[in-house]
């Protein structure tokens, strides 16, 4: 139903920015909503953001909050994250993934979300 395909990961100071971007084809985007996750070698994969279909509604994970801000453009098929401060623990590879479920509230779940990306590396060097 929908294919993604994450972008803009690489390696970055400590300090520094990245904006990641998830880009999807396939059915109507406007219709899924989009949840962010994260994996580092030898850790369990977490929550990291979520936006709502038309991007009104954000949630965000407790150690990310502030610093990670996640967007939408609807006309480009583009979910954005946008990653400041970013410290040597933000290295992971970074998963956009996708849900067609009209939650109220944007799932942390990752269980919850049917589609992935394959994933973009994020390094932070200190």
């Known amino acids: 139903q929908v294919q993604l395909v994450e972008s803009g990961g690489g390696l970055v100071q400590a300090g520094g920015s990245l904006r990641l971007s998830c880009a999807a084809s396939?059915?109507?985007?406007?219709?899924?909503?989009v949840g962010w996750f994260r994996q580092a070698p030898g850790k369990e994969r977490e929550f990291v953001a979520a936006?709502?279909?038309?991007?009104?509604?954000?949630s965000y994970a407790d150690s990310m909050k502030g610093r990670f801000t996640t967007s939408r453009d609807n006309a480009k098929n583009t979910v954005y994250l946008q990653m400041n401060s970013l410290k040597p623990e933000d290295t992971a590879v970074y998963y956009c993934?996708?849900?067609?479920?009209?939650?109220?509230?944007?799932?942390?779940?990752?269980?919850?979300?049917?589609?992935w990306g394959q994933g973009t590396q994020v390094t932070v060097s200190s």
């Open positions: 993934a996708a849900t067609y479920t009209n939650y109220y509230i944007p799932s942390r779940g990752e269980y919850e979300y049917g589609y």
């Open positions: 396939g059915r109507t985007f406007s219709s899924i909503a």
């Open positions: 936006i709502s279909r038309s991007g009104d509604k954000t």
